[in-house]
């Protein structure tokens, strides 16, 4: 299956900045997915990821507060704009990979905004 | 929209044998996966079922497809207590289209 380098594996922000999180994936892929998964919560879609186009977002998140890039395709970032305590979660990077009908996932990045 | 849900806990012996239920919603969900995540740390696969299946075996695990009824279950055998962990369902209708993930159930295994 597909490895994926995360980076950071944790952050702590002050609220009101901005981080940006980057997935590195050791092969192509068409679609990358980001997750964010908050305390105790499970995962919820936040958008995907298609090299060359503008990110497909979910219902409650918008391109002003998570913009993605997505220059090639084995790299994305996601960032988390104007930050507050609510934003406090893991979020994740997401590949499928068709020839195991997988999908693997980042190791995650522990944000805590203060 | 699409939903799956799981029972939130589950408590067994060590030894004993685990059930884990999930029921979702959208009867197109055609590929349905379980993954573990244990304290800290990312999300591992453990096993995943086509609809077109009805049950698949792989050592320990085993998952069983009702697609009349929308229901999937992982059962693990000897449930050891390395086994500790959230276990959550997800889905996609289409090879490639995002998963959509249940709440996780945590699976506590007592010596």
């Known amino acids: 299956s597909a490895v994926i380098s995360q980076k950071p594996s944790r952050d702590i922000c002050q609220r009101g900045t901005s981080l940006t999180i980057q997935c590195q994936v050791d092969?192509?892929?068409?679609?990358m997915f980001w997750y964010r998964q908050q305390p105790g919560q499970s995962l919820t879609l936040i958008a995907t990821a298609n090299q060359g186009s503008e990110a497909t977002y979910e219902s409650g998140f918008v391109i002003d507060k998570f913009p993605i890039s997505r220059p090639n395709l084995t790299f994305s970032t996601l960032t988390v704009s104007n930050m507050s305590p609510e934003d406090s979660s893991i979020y994740l990077c997401?590949?499928?990979?068709?020839?195991?009908?997988?999908?693997?996932f980042g190791s995650g990045t522990r944000l805590t905004v203060v | 929209g699409e939903d799956v849900e799981q029972s939130l806990f589950l408590s067994v012996r060590e030894g004993d044998s685990s059930v884990i239920n999930c029921t979702y919603t959208d009867s197109s969900s055609t590929y349905l996966y379980w993954y573990k995540q244990e304290p800290g740390a990312g999300l591992q696969l453990l096993t995943y079922?086509?609809?077109?299946?009805d049950m698949k075996q792989d050592q320990r695990l085993t998952v069983l497809l009702n697609k009349k009824d929308k229901h999937l279950s992982l059962r693990i055998a000897d449930t050891q207590t390395g086994d500790s962990a959230i276990y959550f369902c997800?889905?996609?209708?289409?090879?490639?289209?995002?998963?959509?993930f249940g709440k996780g159930t945590t699976l506590s295994v007592s010596s």
């Open positions: 092969s192509q892929v068409t679609m």
């Open positions: 079922i086509f609809s077109n299946m």
């Open positions: 997401s590949v499928f990979r068709q020839e195991s009908y997988g999908y693997t």
């Open positions: 997800a889905e996609s209708t289409q090879a490639g289209t995002a998963l959509i």
